[in-house]
């Protein structure tokens, strides 16, 4: 039998929406990449990408707004971390360019979204 979750507010807000497609697009890219890396840069890119769902999901449990906002900016960073690990692999020809490309959009989205939601926290 299996448990079934609570609906929590974390899964509402569109950046972890975001997060867990760039979670499934990293899994998809890194399987591609050559067995000798499962554990260097496959490995890094994953964690990375998790990372960022896991801030969101944590600071939102935080309770002030100026708490939230550091775990937003540990998710913007793990998202950088993404773009960063992404560019490595492309250089080392582990994927191509096109293989990133709906990767590189979601970062892209993803962090411009914690960039504003960092914002509008630091403003109330």
């Known amino acids: 039998m299996s448990e079934r979750f609570l609906k929590y507010r974390f899964e509402e807000l569109e950046v972890w929406q975001v997060g867990m497609r760039i979670v499934r697009e990293v899994y998809r890219i890194t399987k591609k990449f050559p067995q000798a890396e499962n554990y260097a840069l496959s490995d890094q890119l994953r964690r990375a990408s998790t990372s960022i769902v896991l801030n969101i999901a944590e600071g939102s449990g935080q309770p002030t707004k100026k708490g939230f906002a550091l775990y937003i900016q540990r998710a913007k960073s793990s998202t950088l971390e993404c773009v960063a690990c992404c560019k490595i692999?492309?250089?080392e020809r582990f994927v191509s360019d096109?293989?990133?490309?709906?990767?590189?959009?979601?970062?892209?989205?993803?962090?411009?979204?914690?960039?504003?939601?960092?914002?509008?926290?630091?403003?109330?």
Do not use: C, H, P, W
């Open 89 to 91: 692999a492309i250089q």
């Open 98 to 124: 096109v293989d990133t490309k709906s990767l590189a959009v979601l970062l892209q989205e993803e962090y411009f979204k914690l960039v504003a939601l960092g914002k509008s926290m630091s403003r109330v």
